[in-house]
């Protein structure tokens, strides 16, 4: 079982859908979590993290995480085509600062 | 805004070559890392530099692979000897203290012959 998954897509929604975006991972000792943004050919923007269960909101992006069921979640309201990218999910324990990433889920944004 | 910056942005060399890859962190930040990403996988964690030491590696930074503070702006990744499976984007990464707010370069596409 891979540390971190996540379906690659590509997710295609209409503007101003709601897109949900979701990481599944195995360790437990994961404690730290952040969502990032790559467009084509450039590196990733992080986006968001959180640092416990719950929910986190910024303006239109809301991240989520369930310990419990070792599964998070990023929700993108009001989608624009400037939402067009692929979304990284990435996360690590407590002790280090080598982050595992996600492979992406590539979403588009149709007009 | 200030941001990273990486040079070149493609990089071609033959198998066995040594390269450079070079990098800009953002002017006060003090924390500097490289990951890669090959093409169509995910970002790989290779290694964290702060004060002049790695702080942290992956197992893919082996002794192939070493880094370098060698002035106050630039943070180099150097490779010594090439092998095809090097070839990917490699990123740059800063952040002004050991925090989770990491800001990523544009990458330097490596292709390896």
């Known amino acids: 079982q891979k540390e971190v998954e996540q379906d690659p897509g590509p997710l295609s929604v209409p503007e101003g859908a709601i897109v949900s975006l979701n990481c599944t991972y195995s360790?437990?000792?994961?404690?730290?979590f952040m969502w990032y943004r790559q467009y084509s050919r450039k590196g990733p923007e992080l986006l968001m993290y959180?640092?416990?269960?719950g929910n986190k909101e910024d303006g239109r992006f809301t991240a989520q995480v369930d310990k419990s069921s070792k599964y998070i979640s990023l929700f993108i309201r009001d989608s624009q085509p400037s939402d067009s990218a692929t979304y990284l999910c990435?996360?690590?324990?407590?002790?280090?600062?080598?982050?595992?990433f996600g492979t992406g889920t590539r979403l588009k944004v149709l007009a | 805004e200030p941001e990273v910056t990486q040079t070149p942005s493609h990089q071609v060399t033959q198998m066995g070559q040594e390269v450079i890859l070079r990098c800009v962190p953002i002017?006060?930040?003090?924390?500097f890392y490289w990951y890669r990403q090959i093409l169509g996988q995910k970002v790989e964690f290779l290694v964290s530099f702060y004060n002049n030491e790695i702080s942290e590696k992956s197992e893919i930074f082996d002794d192939q692979f070493s880094v370098e503070r060698p002035d106050g702006s630039n943070f180099t990744l150097k490779i010594r000897s090439t092998k095809l499976e090097d070839s990917a984007m490699y990123f740059c990464?800063?952040?002004?203290?050991?925090?989770?707010?990491?800001?990523f370069g544009p990458g330097t596409r490596l292709t390896v012959l």
């Open positions: 002017s006060n930040h003090l924390y």
């Open positions: 990435a996360m690590r324990d407590s002790g280090t600062y080598k982050y595992i």
């Open positions: 959180t640092y416990s269960s």
């Open positions: 990464a800063s952040t002004p203290e050991y925090t989770d707010t990491q800001y």
């Open positions: 360790n437990s000792a994961f404690q730290y």
